[in-house]
């Protein structure tokens, strides 16, 4: 689970990246095919945002679910804290 936060934080920052990245190509007047294209790339990570943040609260809800019923010996208090701060 702690990939899955790394990656859409990830995904976020390239988002960011991309939108800016975008305009300053729209704004040098660069080539149509060139912009067309790093639009998709935006796109791609404008979905995948969402699709890792479902991800994310599968992964929580199955984490929870079987902290509930667990009855071992090991220690869970990491797992308990990641499902708390996520």
């Known amino acids: ?9 990830l995904y976020q920052q ?3 990246e991309q939108e800016k990245y975008v305009n300053q190509m729209k704004l040098n007047g660069a080539d149509e095919y060139e ?8 796109n791609e990570s404008q979905r995948m945002v969402p ?8 992964h929580k809800q199955a984490l929870k679910s079987f902290l509930l019923t667990y009855t071992g010996d090991e220690d869970v208090s990491v797992a308990n804290e990641l ?3 996520v």
């Open 14 to 16: 390239e988002v960011v």
């Open 51 to 58: 699709q890792v943040s479902k991800k994310i609260a599968e």
């Open 83 to 85: 499902v708390q701060d």
């Open 35 to 42: 912009i067309k294209k790093q639009v998709e790339v935006l």
């Open 1 to 9: 689970m702690k990939r899955l936060v790394k990656e859409e934080g």
